[in-house]
């Protein structure tokens, strides 16, 4: 079992935990359930592994890993509605509004956000360090938020319209995919109580990371189906040629800011196996 095995499994047994109840909760823990478990967890393996990376027990940064996907399952399920992108599937299975309805779907992704930030400040980590889940807390909201991922979707929407400048797609990307990205590298760092240089260079590699990925998701949807590939898709505005190359560029931008970690004496085989996953990804695009 490989360490992104390991840690999906990990974050996964633990959602269950949070998020399963009967009774008159019966049906929203249903649908959030259903929404929370089955994606890759990157992020929440990110947070787990910069913390591991730090020298802090997985355990302590559980809290931290669980909150960054239940704002990526949220996020997901409030794009997948008709009022947004209109998907019917995710995952391979019905969309969360497929299976349980807009109405509950909407609420399963406002209780996966709200619930977010009530798992780290309920955890046994934020009792024993108030002020890293404080740090955490902030970081989430402010990256999830309208000056970040939200931020990121409404200028999507927009552009879902219009044609838009290359720059203008970097910055769509930026806020709509590296931002929750970043906030994860970064409470991950929290969580280890790490310091500012620490945390710098974290947000070096994420973002980076989170550049290439939203451009080898790209790369995929468009070799999946190019006739119904979105207008403003890196592949259409950059072409595929420039894509791959660009998703070549940005995981070596993310490999270099590695040396900062290894030039400290910190174990960084984590995150160039993470990287080797994204080559892959592009490579069977
Ligand atoms: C609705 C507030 C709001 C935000 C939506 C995340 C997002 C912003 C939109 C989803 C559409 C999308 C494909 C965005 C790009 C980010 C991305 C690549 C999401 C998919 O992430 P994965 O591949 O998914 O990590 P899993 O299923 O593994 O969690």
Redesign the pocket.
């Given at each position: 079992m490989s360490f992104l095995d390991e840690d999906r499994a990990l974050i996964e047994d633990a959602l269950k935990k949070e998020f399963t109840c009967g009774g008159d909760y019966k049906k929203i823990s249903e649908a959030v359930l259903y929404s929370v478990i089955g994606?890759?967890m990157?992020r929440g393996t990110i947070a787990l592994e910069f913390a591991a990376m730090l020298k802090t027990d997985k355990k302590e940064a559980l809290p931290y890993a669980e909150a960054v996907e239940c704002i990526?399952a949220y996020?997901?399920i409030?794009?997948d509605l008709p009022c947004?992108?209109n998907d019917d599937m995710r995952?391979g299975k019905p969309s969360c509004h497929i299976a349980f309805g807009e109405a509950t779907a909407m609420l399963a992704g406002d209780a996966l956000l709200t619930h977010a930030f009530s798992v780290i400040a309920k955890s046994q980590s934020a009792v024993k360090y108030p002020e890293r889940a404080v740090k955490a807390v902030g970081i989430l909201s402010e990256k999830a938020g309208f000056k970040g991922?939200?931020g990121?979707?409404v200028l999507d929407l927009e552009a879902a319209e219009k044609e838009v400048s290359g720059n203008e797609l970097l910055l769509i990307h930026r806020l709509?995919?590296a931002a929750l990205i970043e906030a994860a590298a970064l409470i991950g760092c929290a969580a280890a109580g790490a310091n500012d240089e620490i945390c710098g260079y974290a947000k070096a590699f994420s973002s980076e990371f989170g550049a290439a990925?939203?451009m080898v998701?790209d790369l995929l949807d468009y070799n999946e189906n190019p006739a119904e590939c979105e207008l403003n898709s890196y592949v259409k505005i950059f072409g595929e040629d420039k894509t791959k190359a660009d998703i070549y560029a940005a995981i070596t931008r993310a490999g270099s800011a590695l040396y900062d970690f290894d030039r400290l004496g910190y174990d960084t085989g984590a995150f160039a196996s993470l990287l080797g996953f994204l080559i892959e990804r592009a490579d069977n695009s």
């Amino acid at each position: 079992m490989s360490f992104l095995d390991e840690d999906r499994a990990l974050i996964e047994d633990a959602l269950k935990k949070e998020f399963t109840c009967g009774g008159d909760y019966k049906k929203i823990s249903e649908a959030v359930l259903y929404s929370v478990i089955g994606g890759k967890m990157v992020r929440g393996t990110i947070a787990l592994e910069f913390a591991a990376m730090l020298k802090t027990d997985k355990k302590e940064a559980l809290p931290y890993a669980e909150a960054v996907e239940c704002i990526q399952a949220y996020s997901l399920i409030h794009d997948d509605l008709p009022c947004m992108d209109n998907d019917d599937m995710r995952r391979g299975k019905p969309s969360c509004h497929i299976a349980f309805g807009e109405a509950t779907a909407m609420l399963a992704g406002d209780a996966l956000l709200t619930h977010a930030f009530s798992v780290i400040a309920k955890s046994q980590s934020a009792v024993k360090y108030p002020e890293r889940a404080v740090k955490a807390v902030g970081i989430l909201s402010e990256k999830a938020g309208f000056k970040g991922m939200v931020g990121g979707q409404v200028l999507d929407l927009e552009a879902a319209e219009k044609e838009v400048s290359g720059n203008e797609l970097l910055l769509i990307h930026r806020l709509k995919t590296a931002a929750l990205i970043e906030a994860a590298a970064l409470i991950g760092c929290a969580a280890a109580g790490a310091n500012d240089e620490i945390c710098g260079y974290a947000k070096a590699f994420s973002s980076e990371f989170g550049a290439a990925f939203q451009m080898v998701d790209d790369l995929l949807d468009y070799n999946e189906n190019p006739a119904e590939c979105e207008l403003n898709s890196y592949v259409k505005i950059f072409g595929e040629d420039k894509t791959k190359a660009d998703i070549y560029a940005a995981i070596t931008r993310a490999g270099s800011a590695l040396y900062d970690f290894d030039r400290l004496g910190y174990d960084t085989g984590a995150f160039a196996s993470l990287l080797g996953f994204l080559i892959e990804r592009a490579d069977n695009s």
